[in-house]
C-alpha cells in the first residue's frame, strides 16, 4: 500500500472531525466529539534503527549507518477534561516508515544466508550488511498537559501493525561456520557474498511507549519531537537466525496543523 493513498485516507478522517466540529445548530448540546476537543494533522521525520539493547559481543564495530528518508503522517484527536485544556487524551492514526541501512564488521554472528539455492545457517566472521524498510499502522493512545499557550508534552503507548515489510541484506569480505563456530568454513573474499531475507520474520504487531514535546507556533502551527521505543522485538520471537533481540528505536521530527 503506498502512502499517497494512505495520506488520502487520513485527510479523510480529519476533513470529519473538523466538519464535526464546525456544524452549529440552534440548540446548544453537549457533544463529546466537539467539545473542548482539538483535531491535528502532523507530518513527520523519523531517525533511528532496529538495533538491540546494547551492543552485542558478536558486534565487534559499526562501519557505517544511514536512516535513510523514513517519513510519516499522523491526523490525532485530542479529548480535554476542562475549557482551560490543561490535562486531555489523544489517540489518532499514524501511517509511518521505520528504516536504516548499516555495516558491522562481526565474528561469530549467528546467520542464515543464501547459499547456492540452499538456507544455510551458521557463525559469520567479516562484514554484514543490513537494510530495513518497515511501513507501520500506528494508533497512538496518549495523555496530554499543556505547560502553557506554548508548550505541551505527551506520553503514553502506541500500538503498530506492519503493512509493508523489508529485512535482508548480505554478508562478505569473511567466512561462514556452518551450523556451529566449528562447522564447515564457506569463505567470501573479493566480490563474493551470500544474501540473506528476513523480512517474512518481522513482527506484524508493534507496541511501545512514545514520549514528546509540541512548541505552537500560533494558535494553529506546532512543531514537535517525540521518541518512539518498541518494547517486543522487531523479529518474531520464535526466529532463531539472529541470537539477539532488536526494537524499533526512534526520534521523530515534524510539524503539524491544529484545527
Known amino acids: 500500500m503506498k502512502f499517497k493513498h494512505l495520506s488520502i485516507i487520513l485527510l479523510g478522517i480529519t476533513s470529519l472531525f473538523t466538519s464535526a466540529q464546525e456544524v452549529n445548530t440552534p440548540i446548544k448540546k453537549t457533544n463529546f466529539f466537539t467539545e473542548n476537543t482539538t483535531v491535528q494533522l502532523r507530518s513527520q521525520f523519523s531517525i533511528g534503527g532496529a538495533s538491540p539493547l546494547g551492543l552485542p559481543r558478536e558486534i565487534r564495530a559499526i562501519k557505517s549507518y544511514n536512516p535513510t528518508l523514513q517519513l510519516g503522517i499522523e491526523t490525532n484527536f485530542t479529548k480535554w477534561f476542562s475549557a482551560e485544556h490543561k490535562w486531555g487524551i489523544r489517540t489518532g492514526l499514524r501511517v509511518e516508515g521505520k528504516g536504516m541501512k548499516t555495516e558491522s564488521r562481526v565474528k561469530d554472528y549467528l546467520t542464515q544466508i543464501n547459499y547456492n539455492g540452499s538456507q544455510v545457517k551458521g557463525n559469520f566472521t567479516g562484514e554484514v550488511r543490513t537494510e530495513v524498510r518497515n511501513t507501520y499502522l500506528t494508533i497512538p493512545l496518549l495523555a496530554t498537559y499543556n505547560i502553557n499557550k506554548q508548550w505541551g508534552v505527551y506520553g503514553g503507548l502506541y500500538f503498530s501493525t506492519a503493512i509493508d515489510k523489508a529485512f535482508g541484506g548480505h554478508v562478505h569480505n569473511g567466512y561462514l561456520r556452518q551450523t556451529n563456530p566449528t ?46 521505543y518498541g518494547f517486543n522485538s522487531l523479529l518474531d520471537n520464535d526466529f532463531e537466525a539472529i541470537s539477539f533481540s532488536m526494537h524499533n528505536i526512534y526520534l521523530n521530527i515534524g510539524f503539524g496543523y491544529q484545527f
Open 183 to 228: 562447522g564447515q568454513k564457506l569463505i567470501f573474499e573479493g566480490d563474493k557474498k551470500a544474501e540473506y531475507d528476513f523480512s517474512n520474520e518481522v513482527n506484524n504487531f508493534q507496541w511501545g511507549t512514545q514520549l514528546g514535546a509540541e512548541w505552537k507556533l500560533n494558535n494553529n502551527f506546532l512543531l514537535f519531537g517525540d521518541l518512539t
